[in-house]
């Protein structure tokens, strides 16, 4: 079997001891971002993208992935505990974690979350393994005209996770598409939308926007309200579920995975939707449906076996196609440009070492967290009692360095600021920016595919409805919008994440 | 009839953005053809959507069902952050490592209502140094830990 010597293979880079440092650092770092609220997977990796210049790119992508898995447990942590998903992806989990918590079972709920974060983990793993082969094949034979319908469909599918207006989604993935095309015309070598700034002609900065929205406009939002936060930590007394709990989290944790897993691979999709969705899908599968809302240790184990299946198999489309499906994957492309990889199918053939230490790290990542995190439990509610006026200075002072060290240049630490300003603004007029954001790292793409299929056809539109693939993707992408733009479907989502609130 | 506000800017924000930027492309940019797009054709067309998107935005406004709450905006902490990122981002060069964070901490501390110096104080200090250890001994940055301000 092919792919059980490349993960052969992976296993032997992910056990080197250095690649295991880096991932226990990841995966360290990410539990406590993911337990301190105001503090996401985004941020951080956007700020500690610097931090793996001097490494080598297996290092920093094994690190990297290991922030933004690594915050799903930590999420959930404190979404248990004290009722505060420190990231969205664990807003479902708090509902019946936090009764659970509430009923002295606060242990075993985290045990439910742990365990099925493991087995969606290993899960993830099989199948990103199984996956990625074929589909990287598959890749390899796209052309220009494949490559654009694609990134339609991907475009399209993140307005799925917008939760308010449609249209305002659409509205915002054009206005990233355009800001996106800030810099030189890679055809012509213009320079478009550059107002004379010199330091435009090489584009806006991707980092610089990520930590502006991300970083300085979450504190901004922070900041509106006023007082602290309240520590009314449950109490962790035993830890082991008894049996009949663990008797029932088996089949909602294969359910989970198998959601989230699915959803992770469409573009747009990833570990904040595949919660939702398993969460409600269990609500209505489930023989214990009544006790939903009120503790069920099925409502815990579903959508974090579901976040943490989307978080693993979302790496499929950037590392097979190179194209990002959510924002943290775009900064995971972004750190792989800065190593000199460009990211698509080619890096499967000519690195497989970086890929399938990659992903065998996942796997290994997973591990520790679940092996870490019961006897540091006490440690991680601790830094809950941090309180923001220390920490959002910091990551001001953090969120600068980063953004200045990448191009080694204040402008970009200026443009940080104004996207931080003119996304809170945005928010205020109740749009949403991870639409704006895929748009933006999407937009020079989506052209640059445009004009060459037009090119190779000759001036021909049809040529994206000729070709089989691309017309195929071209219809999943006008299904994703009219599914996601019926009322009935609409109603459904307001639902979903008004819950949630 | 209730208008919402909010639709109505929101919708105005996505036309004024693009007018200004149809402007520019149709001003410098050629648009090309089908078969050979320009450096104009694609963003006339983003343009364009965006004009349409706003304009539908902005009509529904007037139909708005129900009017959202802006919220207070925290002007404090808006003034305080840009003055603390501004500065960061100038005199980074100038100032070096370690004045430029604690000055940049101190600074953003001040965003918050409840602000003492004293405690701010030492939370940058303590930054400053964590920061300087990082990424100037860790990591290496080509930034100085003072800069040209401080004649050594």
């Given at each position: 079997?092919?792919?059980?010597?490349?993960?052969?293979?992976?296993?032997?880079?992910?056990?080197?001891?250095?690649?295991?440092?880096y991932?226990?650092i990841?995966?360290?770092?990410?539990?406590?971002?993911?337990?301190?609220?105001?503090?996401?997977?985004?941020?951080t990796?956007?700020?500690?993208?610097?931090?793996t210049?001097?490494?080598?790119?297996?290092?920093?992508?094994?690190?990297?992935?290991?922030?933004?898995?690594?915050?799903?447990?930590?999420?959930?942590?404190?979404?248990?505990?004290?009722?505060?998903?420190?990231?969205?992806s664990?807003?479902?989990?708090?509902?019946d974690?936090?009764?659970?918590?509430?009923?002295?079972?606060?242990?075993?709920?985290?045990?439910?979350?742990?365990?099925?974060?493991?087995?969606?983990?290993?899960?993830?793993t099989?199948?990103?393994?199984?996956?990625?082969?074929?589909?990287?094949?598959?890749?390899?034979?796209?052309?220009?005209?494949?490559?654009f319908?694609?990134?339609?469909?991907?475009?399209?599918?993140?307005?799925?996770?917008?939760?308010?207006?449609?249209?305002?989604?659409?509205?915002?993935?054009?206005?990233?598409?355009?800001?996106g095309?800030?810099?030189?015309?890679?055809?012509?070598a213009?320079?478009?939308?550059?107002?004379?700034?010199?330091?435009?002609?090489?584009?806006?900065?991707?980092?610089?926007?990520?930590v502006?929205?991300?970083?300085?406009?979450?504190?901004?939002?922070?900041?509106?309200?006023?007082?602290?936060?309240?520590?009314?930590?449950?109490?962790?007394?035993?830890?082991?579920?008894?049996?009949?709990?663990?008797?029932?989290?088996?089949?909602?944790?294969?359910?989970?995975?198998?959601?989230?897993?699915f959803?992770?691979i469409?573009?747009?999709?990833?570990?904040?939707?595949?919660?939702?969705?398993?969460?409600?899908?269990?609500?209505?599968?489930s023989?214990?449906?009544?006790?939903?809302?009120?503790?069920?240790?099925?409502?815990?184990?579903?959508p974090?076996?579901?976040?943490?299946?989307?978080?693993?198999?979302?790496?499929?489309?950037?590392?097979?196609?190179?194209?990002?499906?959510?924002?943290?994957?775009?900064?995971?492309?972004?750190?792989?440009?800065?190593?000199?990889?460009?990211?698509?199918?080619?890096?499967?053939?000519?690195?497989?070492?970086?890929?399938?230490?990659?992903?065998?790290?996942?796997?290994?990542?997973?591990?520790?967290?679940?092996?870490?995190?019961?006897?540091?439990?006490?440690?991680?509610?601790?830094?809950?009692?941090?309180?923001?006026?220390?920490?959002?200075?910091?990551?001001?002072?953090?969120?600068?360095?980063?953004?200045?060290?990448?191009?080694?240049?204040?402008?970009?630490?200026?443009?940080?600021?104004?996207?931080?300003?003119?996304?809170?603004?945005?928010?205020?007029?109740?749009?949403?920016?991870?639409?704006?954001?895929?748009?933006?790292?999407?937009?020079?793409?989506?052209?640059?595919?445009?004009?060459?299929?037009?090119l190779?056809?000759?001036?021909?539109?049809?040529?994206?409805?000729?070709?089989?693939?691309?017309?195929?993707?071209?219809?999943?992408?006008?299904?994703?919008?009219?599914?996601?733009?019926?009322?009935?479907?609409?109603?459904?989502r307001?639902?979903?994440?008004?819950?949630?609130? | 009839?209730?208008?919402?506000?909010?639709?109505?800017?929101?919708?105005?924000?996505?036309?004024?953005?693009?007018?200004?930027?149809?402007?520019?492309?149709?001003?410098?940019?050629?648009?090309?053809?089908?078969?050979?797009?320009?450096?104009?054709?694609?963003?006339?067309?983003?343009?364009?959507?965006?004009?349409?998107?706003?304009?539908?935005?902005?009509?529904?406004?007037?139909?708005?069902?129900?009017?959202?709450?802006?919220?207070?905006?925290?002007?404090?902490?808006?003034?305080?952050?840009?003055?603390?990122?501004?500065?960061?981002?100038?005199?980074?060069?100038?100032?070096?490592?370690?004045?430029?964070?604690?000055?940049?901490?101190?600074?953003?501390?001040?965003?918050?209502?409840?602000?003492?110096?004293?405690?701010?104080?030492?939370?940058?200090?303590?930054?400053?140094?964590?920061?300087?250890?990082?990424f100037?001994?860790?990591?290496?940055?080509?930034?100085?830990?003072?800069?040209?301000?401080?004649p050594?």
């Amino acid at each position: 079997m092919e792919f059980i010597d490349n993960l052969g293979l992976g296993f032997s880079v992910a056990l080197q001891w250095q690649n295991l440092l880096y991932c226990l650092i990841g995966v360290l770092l990410g539990t406590v971002v993911g337990i301190l609220p105001g503090l996401g997977p985004l941020a951080t990796i956007a700020m500690l993208l610097p931090l793996t210049f001097g490494m080598s790119a297996t290092q920093s992508l094994i690190m990297l992935a290991g922030i933004y898995y690594g915050s799903q447990y930590g999420g959930s942590t404190t979404a248990i505990l004290i009722n505060l998903p420190g990231e969205s992806s664990s807003v479902v989990t708090a509902i019946d974690g936090y009764r659970m918590a509430q009923k002295g079972r606060g242990g075993p709920a985290l045990a439910a979350a742990a365990l099925a974060s493991f087995f969606a983990g290993c899960v993830a793993t099989l199948i990103i393994a199984v996956v990625a082969t074929p589909l990287t094949r598959l890749a390899v034979s796209f052309g220009a005209a494949e490559y654009f319908s694609l990134l339609l469909v991907g475009l399209f599918s993140s307005i799925a996770l917008a939760s308010g207006s449609i249209i305002k989604a659409i509205g915002m993935i054009c206005l990233g598409l355009l800001i996106g095309l800030t810099g030189t015309d890679i055809y012509t070598a213009v320079p478009r939308f550059t107002f004379g700034q010199q330091e435009l002609v090489d584009g806006i900065d991707f980092v610089a926007i990520a930590v502006g929205i991300f970083g300085i406009g979450e504190i901004l939002r922070n900041l509106e309200r006023s007082g602290g936060r309240e520590a009314g930590v449950a109490k962790v007394t035993s830890i082991m579920p008894s049996r009949d709990e663990l008797r029932r989290i088996v089949a909602p944790s294969m359910r989970g995975t198998a959601i989230g897993a699915f959803l992770g691979i469409l573009p747009g999709g990833g570990a904040l939707l595949s919660s939702f969705v398993a969460y409600n899908v269990e609500k209505k599968v489930s023989s214990n449906a009544a006790e939903f809302g009120n503790g069920a240790i099925e409502g815990v184990a579903a959508p974090e076996a579901a976040n943490n299946a989307g978080a693993q198999t979302s790496f499929i489309p950037m590392l097979s196609l190179g194209i990002p499906s959510n924002v943290v994957m775009a900064l995971m492309i972004g750190a792989m440009m800065v190593q000199g990889i460009v990211p698509g199918p080619e890096v499967l053939t000519k690195q497989p070492e970086l890929f399938w230490g990659l992903v065998a790290s996942m796997w290994v990542g997973n591990a520790m967290l679940v092996v870490l995190n019961f006897p540091l439990i006490g440690i991680w509610v601790r830094l809950l009692t941090i309180p923001y006026s220390v920490l959002f200075p910091a990551i001001i002072a953090f969120c600068c360095i980063g953004v200045y060290s990448v191009g080694n240049s204040g402008f970009d630490v200026y443009v940080a600021l104004i996207a931080g300003l003119i996304g809170y603004i945005l928010v205020k007029l109740d749009f949403e920016l991870p639409p704006f954001v895929l748009g933006f790292i999407l937009g020079p793409m989506l052209e640059e595919n445009l004009r060459r299929a037009l090119l190779i056809s000759g001036g021909d539109l049809s040529i994206f409805v000729t070709r089989p693939v691309s017309a195929g993707l071209l219809v999943v992408a006008v299904v994703t919008l009219i599914v996601v733009s019926l009322p009935a479907v609409a109603k459904k989502r307001k639902v979903l994440f008004n819950e949630s609130d | 009839m209730t208008l919402n506000w909010k639709d109505l800017a929101s919708g105005l924000v996505l036309i004024l953005v693009g007018l200004l930027y149809g402007y520019v492309t149709l001003e410098t940019l050629p648009l090309g053809s089908v078969l050979e797009m320009g450096p104009g054709s694609f963003p006339i067309v983003l343009c364009s959507l965006l004009v349409a998107i706003g304009t539908i935005i902005c009509a529904s406004s007037l139909f708005g069902a129900r009017e959202s709450e802006f919220g207070r905006v925290p002007w404090r902490a808006v003034f305080m952050l840009s003055i603390s990122i501004l500065l960061f981002g100038t005199f980074l060069r100038q100032l070096g490592m370690f004045p430029s964070v604690f000055a940049s901490v101190f600074i953003a501390a001040a965003a918050e209502p409840g602000f003492r110096p004293l405690p701010a104080a030492v939370i940058a200090l303590g930054l400053a140094v964590l920061c300087s250890l990082i990424f100037l001994k860790g990591i290496g940055l080509p930034v100085p830990l003072f800069g040209s301000f401080f004649p050594a």
